[in-house]
């Protein structure tokens, strides 16, 4: 969407974090400050979300996983759960029209069977379509919540345990990640969280056992590539022991 070219000569380019990991926060708190309806701050941070995923397909990002929605934001009203939801079908619908002119993979993780059925058809056109590109894979969080995800995690492996199809031995933590959304692609190095609060709100809970975060007072909508070009850069700066020395 912007074409603006951002100097990365601060980064590391060869030493990128592989999989970042974001929570969205701040929408409404941007638009009540300019007097607007909370939807159009969620419609801002859609257009954040389109700028800061592209930007990190071009430096060379992996992968990104982004909290649109989480099981927790059904208590909003009717009407922002429905603003939120239409946003995502204009955006789906967006990005299945724009298909070939970029190479991000798209997906979804989350509980997706509680979303509308066209929304879901939505999601599995775009992730058919972007399936075999080679760029950054952007994961959208849909209906997602940690807890949800470990325990429809344990169910699917003690059907396949009651199934015969792995035995007592096989549970281990290595193999549970094969039962979670996040099957198949690494833990986030780095998790941001903006809108200046300081917790993990049932995000990627298992997956983050040992990234690394990082919170900014940034509304979402206010961030740009700078900020994630700040992030990036303060993370390649710190000592990641993973438990050890
Ligand atoms: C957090 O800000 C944001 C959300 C709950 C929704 C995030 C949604 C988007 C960025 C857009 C929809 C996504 C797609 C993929 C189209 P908040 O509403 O909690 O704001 P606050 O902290 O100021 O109350």
Redesign the pocket.
Known sequence: MSNSKINTDRLDLKNLPEHIAII???????A?SRFMP?EL??KK??D??DIISEFGDEIGLKHMT?????TE?WKRTQHEVGA?MN??RY?LDFYIKRKGKQNIKMNAIGDITLLDKDIQEKIKELTDITKDKTGMQLH?ALNYGGRDEIMRGIRKMNADLKAGLISEDDINEENFNNYLDTKGYPDPDLVIRT?GEERISNFLLWQSAYSEFMFTDK??PDVKKEDLIDCIEKYQKRDRRFGGK
């Not at 969205?24 to 941007?30: A, E, I, P, V």
């Open positions: 969205m926060d701040g929408n409404r708190r941007w009540k909370k701050g969620h941070g859609s954040t979300l982004v909290y649109a929605f989480s934001n939120i946003l995502l955006y959208i809108g509304l979402w």
